[in-house]
């Protein structure tokens, strides 16, 4: 078992897959000889060649197009989007084709395919190049999303969204990209898309996080068993849609009390479908109102004030002992 950073878990993950099925190719910028703006594609360019992984113009528009197009036809296309910030340009793709084919053919064409784009704030990059909208693609049915948050799950949910046979939106949050590393198993692994995860035990208040912000979370929650004797229950959400309410349910019937932490803007996002669910079949059980730890419903800043804008330990902190004390 070897100890790796979710770059290369990711880089890891391509390599098995294009192995193990040779339906599998890799698009998009720069994806081949360059080997990728953060090196998530390297060495597959000279291991499996330019009919495999495919460098493509910049035109992120055509790079879903044709992704779509070679799912339906029998391939099975991991689309690489060099950032989050510019897959504007191919929502009405993965909106008007992907996202519908399932439903338009009655069950009778699917599109395997996925998108993988680097997202999220913490490395203190340009403009278009740090947002966070997961919840454009959550709000659109026939797609599901998948967000890592350590390099083990990352592996493992790039298998299965490769495998799935609908379009898979996967997230990678890049401020995680080499922030640690994590002993990633010899042999395949993968993790059910819609299963979250329960990261650390506790009875007195539920966190709920995923993707970069979910190591603030757990020192948030390694903090408040220090200086406050409370056990925060920490759940690792993984996906998107689908969404494990089962999971948020007993987790926060068990506690009363629960803050929910992304790193998105606040209005419309995650946090208030997670809320929401929460009001509609735990309500009874809630001894607070359940908080938000979110970014601003503003572009992210720039360099120094990104910081400002991201949640933290001690906003996540902040958050749950005025639960707890509520």
Do not use: W
């Amino acid at each position: 078992m070897a100890e790796m950073n979710m770059a290369k878990a990711i880089n890891k993950a391509l390599f098995e897959a294009m192995e193990r099925d040779e339906r599998v190719v890799v698009l998009g910028e720069d994806v081949g000889k360059d080997e990728g703006v953060f090196r998530i594609t390297e060495g597959l360019h000279a291991k499996f060649g330019d009919r495999r992984v495919i460098d493509t113009p910049l035109a992120e528009s055509g790079i879903v197009g044709t992704a779509i197009g070679m799912a339906i036809y029998g391939l099975r296309p991991v689309a690489e989007i060099q950032f989050s910030g510019f897959d504007y340009y191919n929502y009405h793709q993965l909106e008007s084709h992907a996202a519908r084919f399932r439903n338009r053919t009655r069950g009778r064409i699917t599109v395997p395919m996925v998108m993988r784009a680097p997202y999220g704030g913490g490395i203190r990059a340009l403009e278009h190049h740090s947002e966070s909208r997961e919840a454009i693609y959550a709000h659109t049915p026939g797609l599901k999303v998948v967000i890592p948050s350590s390099p083990r799950n990352a592996r493992a949910l790039l298998h299965s969204a490769i495998q799935d046979p609908d379009p898979v939106i996967y997230y990678e949050p890049k401020a995680v990209y080499r922030a640690f590393k994590e002993e990633v198993p010899d042999q395949l692994e993968t993790l059910p898309i819609g299963q979250a995860q329960v990261v650390k035990k506790g009875s007195d208040i539920t966190l709920i996080s995923y993707g970069a912000s979910l190591r603030p979370t757990l020192e948030a929650a390694e903090l408040l068993e220090e200086e406050d004797n409370c056990h925060a229950e920490v759940i690792d959400l993984l996906s998107i849609v689908p969404m494990d309410s089962e999971t948020i349910l007993e987790s926060v019937s068990k506690t009363g009390r629960a803050v929910v932490v992304h790193e998105g803007p606040r209005t419309c996002g995650v946090g208030s479908e997670i809320i929401a669910r929460i009001n509609e079949d735990a309500l009874l059980y809630l001894e607070a109102p359940v908080r938000r730890v979110t970014g601003y419903d503003v572009p992210i800043p720039y360099f120094s004030k990104e910081r400002f804008f991201l949640p933290d330990t001690d906003k996540i902190l902040e958050a749950a002992r005025e639960t707890l004390a509520f």
